[in-house]
């Protein structure tokens, strides 16, 4: 039998709460899961920015994957409340619990504790709960792995140090828990409230949030509603709404459409559902795409990771969209689908301008499909942006050469993020690269002839000149870096 | 003695005796309160600013007419409707609560609403109809100075005959350095909840650093007396200077809301909104001339530094104070001339921030010492080391002050023994000749920091101790816990005062009602006073329980307290340990004996003066010192930079609590390095600042930590005449960041064999240093 259709179900301190959407209600369907949880009396969780930069709002999620619980953090100022439905959400009130009026700590707490690891307590929460995801997945945890799961909590007090010390001292200890405890009973609620799904289709306060629970009911609402804004990781739309820069009255979110959260390695290529997290594209290519994954390395943040799906950050098609290049590089096609046909074309044809694509009124991007590289065939990303990670890029780029057993360039194709209205290549210049030597000096020579060939501009992050200049750069920093 | 050698993260190993920050456990638990969480009961009603979109208007009228009546809004106020006075200058009034007649910069408040909810007051807000007429405007620090727009009377300091000794020294070098604004970027926005008690009387809950500020602001505004309104204060989480003075704002605006509605009003801010309308570090344009002998010896420094206001007093003159203070930085200059000048411009006021106009003096000396080695062509280092202030002469500072305990010799031979500066030198020479685009740097910096308000009737503190029948204790003091562990260190004084194990303590929230008139929590000097007032209610107790004491034990005899020991958790002669009785069963003794068992402590920092109008006196109670070896990478195509080590030794005296002082020197350093490198703020043409969220503010992460990140404490440096021989260790970590940035600087350097002098500025973000390198290869 399917749910009433304005209803959602997920688990929260260890209870199922099913929640209805009623008209006025101030819960509304677009409410993001952080107010949710600070009216529901988890005032841990913390709002530090409204847009997934601080990670002050981080809080757990578990979900049932082949009969076992996967936990995984998330930033709950990005999470639109339906995006919860069958999920269990774990918040730093979850972690302790009282024993005989005693408080008992949970071991990532009691280590942040012993280590002096908090300070002002604001961020303690959100950090709290990265740990916690990290302890849970993870025996062995070094100091590059926290660092790396951590990118995407601020904390400006402690120079972070103690918090690394912290978690760090808790590699190979022995992993218990009360999650353990309760894990096989949630296991099964949260598959029994998956098993009684359906599509959701949430009608109120002038607000249409669609849900559908199958590709073939996603296809039909998108025929059926192509206004509705599109979501699967919503780490963009959330943001909109967020900082109401937007108002948007209709939703279709194929956040749970498992028929797209596929990974198939094939003979000649990686074909990857859409709406696979960036987190789990990562570790499906990373052996065999190797300037991808160094860009999804620099994706946002782990929370980010685990929510924003390529299949998004394409369909976007922002000018400065982190994937964009150096999918264009690895020859990556899209898979577009309606209800009556599939399509492929080039990811290269795809983007039509800025914040513009091919994509028809009644298509879903269903899957990208990698080709494996021709070994001759040197690829590279790069990304510059004034903080390392967790940041935007002021200019992406991704670059491919063939070269002939006498180093000649065969083959060129230099993409760029940042530096127009959309990603662009590097015409001029790859042209003046065809057949000559790939040497220092045709590579400084040629970063010149970038330096001319495009129009960026100033802003927030950095002026058109710098921008300039950090493109023509990168190649020679791809010359460096292919030096044999 | 040689520091500590361990790595600072093996360090908590040896120093488990000293306590968890003493709200470890809320924190890490979720049950830490801050004001966005308090709940009273009632509803809640939202505060909401409407604020300027211009940088410069005349404000021509306003209709609130289709707002007013609108479903959800409880009140829409403005100029007209505050009853007390239209002011919340801290120190100058010249700044209006809300804007009444004209607008001066682009986030002043011109009317709050009280809604129901956020949704509502902003419907409320796009019915709001004002009509402005747009000024011209002044954005720049550039064209203040054109237009001569001087905020207060120019401030000099001079020492020795400057004009001579530039005439007469072997080489001089003029030049110009600009220091950018930093956001605080506390993770708690700012926040204030005013719930109205019976009475017109209010109980505010303010995230603020200055509660008794707050209380004066907010009784003004609303033209009651102080004692009608309550400022508390559990906790702030972050404040970094940002809530000295600009928390009263909003503790104001959420007031007057609650005053006009009778109902509790709150305002936090988000993100967006905090950065738009809050003040910033003080960015500085500053001019100097250095002269100097050919061993590197300087002679002569003459330097005009020119702060940028914003568009009030606000801090201002005491933070250019601060920086003229120390344009020394560690160095004895015999001929020193410093004038500092503030100019007024359209941007929110600027306001204090760690280091509170230290590190844009400091900056200046620093950077024009790196010149002096470059032109001489010998290590920045050893002129730096060359040029301390002496132990036994060349120690007075160009404001008379002389530098006693000098710790800088002591740092630089144990620091560049620890950090093997002299290895790390080479290898950073022969990577450079190895590596075409990749450029390694090195830089060690020191850090003179002077220890009091240099504004000298604030240096005050108050406490009240309160000890209860059943042997436990509250201490109040006028401090406030932002997160730096003031509230852990006061717990351990009192313990150790009152011989008795922390855990019978407990430290209450800080609140206007118990310990009156105090001073901001700021200048690094929370624990150094407040803990001094606490002590001293503690000898009040200690003196009336041991005449308890004395009276029970030896039935006669005037009480002395000297005699008497208090120690874990039992009170007995020192002569006669034998004979001891509980300080719980004593506490019950005094009690019958009808002792009061409450005592209000004060403390006045001794011997400290300035004469402003000589430029004379003795600002500082003490100096802190600290050193900082820093080695980078840069990537000299993209402008990234590897901060590959960080090696810290800092004097905090006898530390009140080692791992919390640890804390504050590896949490300021870092801080210093994120205004170093990342953290750029940049504006439109129309002066809307660009940067308001973290989207595009970039404060360090984890990823930006050294990745070897050494701090230790000098061992065995007792501080004189402080509480329990400690140190203030707030600020002065914050500028050894110096050391990553002018490893930057060296590295760009080395991009032209040193023998170029690259262009820098502050913060040297990836675009700074692109453009510097670029620069060079031409």
């Known amino acids: ?484 | 003695m040689a520091p500590h050698k361990e790595n600072s993260k093996n360090k908590s190993a040896s120093l488990e005796s000293f306590s968890a920050h003493n709200s470890a456990v809320q924190h890490v638990s979720g049950e830490a309160t801050f004001i966005n969480d308090i709940s009273t009961g009632t509803k809640i009603l939202y505060g909401h600013i409407v604020y300027s979109p211009y940088a410069a208007a005349d404000i021509c009228s306003i209709n609130l007419e289709e707002a007013i009546g609108m479903p959800g809004i409880h009140a829409i106020l403005s100029a007209k409707d505050i009853p007390g006075e239209n002011q919340m200058g801290a120190v100058v009034k010249d700044e209006p609560c809300l804007a009444k007649d004209e607008v001066a910069f682009i986030g002043q408040a011109v009317l709050l609403i009280a809604a129901d909810d956020k949704r509502a007051a902003i419907a409320a807000e796009e019915k709001i109809m004002i009509e402005y007429r747009q000024v011209e405007a002044v954005h720049t620090l550039t064209d203040a100075i054109n237009k001569n727009l001087l905020l207060s009377p120019a401030r000099k300091i001079e020492a020795g005959d400057v004009n001579k000794a530039l005439t007469d020294c072997d080489h001089v070098l003029s030049g110009e350095l600009f220091t950018g604004p930093q956001e605080h970027w506390y993770l708690e926005t700012q926040s204030c909840l005013t719930v109205p008690v019976e009475g017109r009387e209010f109980k505010v809950y303010s995230s603020t650093q200055h509660p008794s500020e707050t209380q004066t602001i907010i009784s003004d505004v609303l033209g009651v007396s102080k004692n009608s309104i309550s400022v508390e204060v559990r906790r702030v989480g972050g404040a970094f200077g940002g809530k000295e003075t600009q928390a009263n704002h909003i503790a104001a605006w959420a007031s007057l809301l609650a005053w006009e509605t009778n109902c509790p009003v709150k305002i936090h801010l988000d993100r967006d909104t905090d950065q738009i309308i809050t003040g910033k570090r003080h960015p500085f344009l500053s001019n100097y001339k250095i002269g100097f002998s050919s061993e590197g010896l300087i002679k002569a420094f003459d330097v005009e530094l020119n702060a940028d206001a914003g568009s009030s007093t606000d801090l201002t003159n005491a933070i250019l104070g601060r920086a003229l203070f120390h344009v020394d930085n560690a160095y004895f200059i015999p001929n020193l001339r410093v004038i500092g000048r503030a100019w007024k411009t359209n941007k929110p006021s600027n306001t204090a921030f760690r280091g509170f106009g230290a590190p844009q003096g400091m900056a200046v000396i620093e950077q024009a010492i790196d010149r002096m080695a470059r032109f001489l062509g010998k290590d920045p280092a050893m002129i730096r080391k060359i040029n301390f202030y002496g132990e036994t002469n060349n120690n007075i500072t160009h404001y008379g002050e002389a530098v006693e305990n000098n710790r800088l010799h002591k740092l630089w031979d144990q620091l560049t023994e620890s950090s093997s500066y002299e290895g790390k030198m080479a290898a950073v020479q022969d990577f450079n000749i190895a590596h075409k685009y990749k450029k390694r740097g090195l830089a060690l910096t020191p850090v003179k920091f002077g220890i009091s308000f240099t504004t000298t009737f604030l240096n005050q503190a108050g406490a009240l101790v309160n000890i209860y029948t059943d042997g436990s204790v509250i201490v109040n003091h006028g401090g406030i816990e932002m997160g730096q562990g003031l509230h852990t260190k006061i717990r351990r004084v009192a313990a150790l005062e009152l011989g008795i194990d922390e855990a019978f303590i407990r430290l209450s929230p800080s609140c206007t009602d118990l310990v009156p008139n105090t001073s901001a929590t700021a200048a690094s000097s929370g624990a150094d006073m407040n803990g001094m007032a606490v002590k001293n209610a503690c000898l009040k107790l200690k003196s009336r329980l041991a005449e308890a004491f004395i009276n029970k034990m030896a039935g006669t005899g005037m009480p002395d307290i000297d005699s008497i020991q208090f120690e874990n958790n039992k009170v007995f002669f020192k002569e006669k340990k034998g004979i001891s009785i509980s300080f719980q069963e004593l506490v019950n003794i005094a009690y019958h004996e009808r002792y009061s068992l409450s005592a209000t402590g004060f403390y006045r920092t001794p011997d400290i003066y300035f004469n402003r109008a000589e430029g004379k006196g003795r600002p500082f109670h003490y100096f802190a010192f600290g050193m900082a070896v820093s080695m980078v990478e840069v990537d000299t195509l993209t402008g990234y930079v590897r901060l590959m080590s960080s090696d810290i030794l800092h004097d905090v005296g006898d530390s009140l609590h080692p791992m919390i002082d640890m804390g504050q020197v590896r949490g300021g350093f870092i801080q210093g390095v994120g205004w170093c490198t990342t953290e750029d703020i940049k504006y439109d043409a129309k002066g809307m600042i660009l940067n308001h969220s973290p989207d595009t503010y970039k404060i360090p992460t984890i990823m930006d930590i050294p990745e070897d990140f050494i701090v230790n404490l000098m061992d065995h440096v007792p501080n004189p005449n402080t509480i329990r021989k400690s140190k203030a260790v707030g600020e002065p970590p914050f500028m050894l960041a110096f050391s990553v940035w002018l490893a930057i600087k060296d590295a760009i350097s080395a991009t032209a064999g040193h023998k170029k002098e690259p262009g820098f500025s502050l913060p040297a973000t990836n675009e700074v240093i692109l453009q510097s390198i670029e620069k060079l290869r031409k």
């Not at chain 1, 908090?118 to 990290?134: D, E, H, K, R, W």
């Not at chain 1, 096609?333 to 039509?352: A, C």
């Not at chain 1, 990698?370 to 001759?376: A, E, Q």
């Open chain 1, 1 to 484: 039998m399917s749910m009433p259709e304005n209803n959602i179900q997920f688990i929260l301190d260890d209870r199922i709460i099913s929640l209805d959407f009623k008209d006025g209600g101030a819960i509304r369907p677009d409410t993001n899961l952080l107010g949710y949880l600070r009216i529901s009396g988890h005032s841990s969780v913390k709002e530090g920015c409204g847009e997934g930069d601080c990670g002050a709002c981080t809080v757990v999620i578990a979900e049932a994957v082949h009969g076992e619980l996967s936990y995984k953090a998330i930033n709950a100022c990005l999470v639109f409340l339906p995006m919860i439905h069958g999920c269990q959400v774990i918040t730093t009130e979850n972690l302790s619990f009282r024993q005989n009026g005693k408080l008992q700590l949970h071991p990532v707490q009691q280590a942040l504790v012993d280590h002096h690891g908090s300070q002002c307590g604001y961020c303690t929460p959100g950090i709290v709960m990265s740990l916690f995801a990290l302890w849970k997945n993870h025996s062995r945890i070094t100091p590059a792995l926290v660092k790396e799961r951590l990118a995407g909590n601020l904390c400006r007090c402690t120079g972070y140090q103690p918090i690394i010390d912290a978690i760090v001292d808790q590699s190979g200890k022995a992993r218990h828990d009360h999650f353990n405890d309760t894990s096989e009973k949630i296991t099964k609620d949260l598959i029994s409230i998956q098993q009684k799904s359906g599509d959701i289709v949430i009608s109120t306060s002038g607000l249409l949030y669609l849900k559908p629970a199958s590709l073939r009911e996603a296809l039909k609402l998108r025929k059926k509603y192509p206004e509705a804004t599109m979501l699967s990781g919503a780490t963009d739309i959330a943001v909109m709404v967020n900082k109401r820069k937007q108002e948007i009255s209709a939703y279709l979110d194929i956040s749970s459409l498992m028929d797209l959260k596929f990974i198939i390695k094939g003979d000649k290529y990686i074909s990857l559902g859409s709406c696979v997290s960036i987190h789990e594209m990562g570790e499906g290519i990373k052996d065999d795409f190797p300037a991808l994954f160094d860009m999804i390395g620099l994706f946002g943040s782990h929370q980010i990771r685990n929510l924003a799906t390529p299949g998004g950050n394409i369909a976007s098609a922002s000018p400065i969209g982190d994937l964009i290049p150096v999918l264009m590089a690895y020859g990556c096609e899209l898979e577009l689908q309606n209800q009556e046909r599939k399509r492929t074309m080039p990811l290269e044809h795809f983007i039509k301008g800025y914040h513009s694509t091919e994509m028809e009124e009644d298509e879903l991007i269903t899957a990208l499909i990698l080709p494996y590289p021709n070994k001759n065939k040197m690829i590279r990303s790069y990304k510059v942006s004034k903080r390392k990670d967790v940041d935007i890029s002021t200019v992406s780029s991704a670059f491919l050469l063939s070269l002939d057993k006498s180093d000649m360039i065969q083959e060129a194709k230099l993409f760029f993020g940042g530096m127009a209205a959309t990603t662009i290549r590097a015409v001029e210049t790859e042209d003046y690269l065809m057949g000559k030597k790939w040497t220092e000096e045709l590579a400084v020579n040629a970063s010149g002839i970038i330096r001319t060939e495009f129009e960026p501009i100033s802003d927030a992050r950095s002026a058109a000149e710098s921008r300039k200049i950090m493109a023509g750069n990168l190649l020679i920093r791809f010359w460096e870096d292919t030096e044999k």
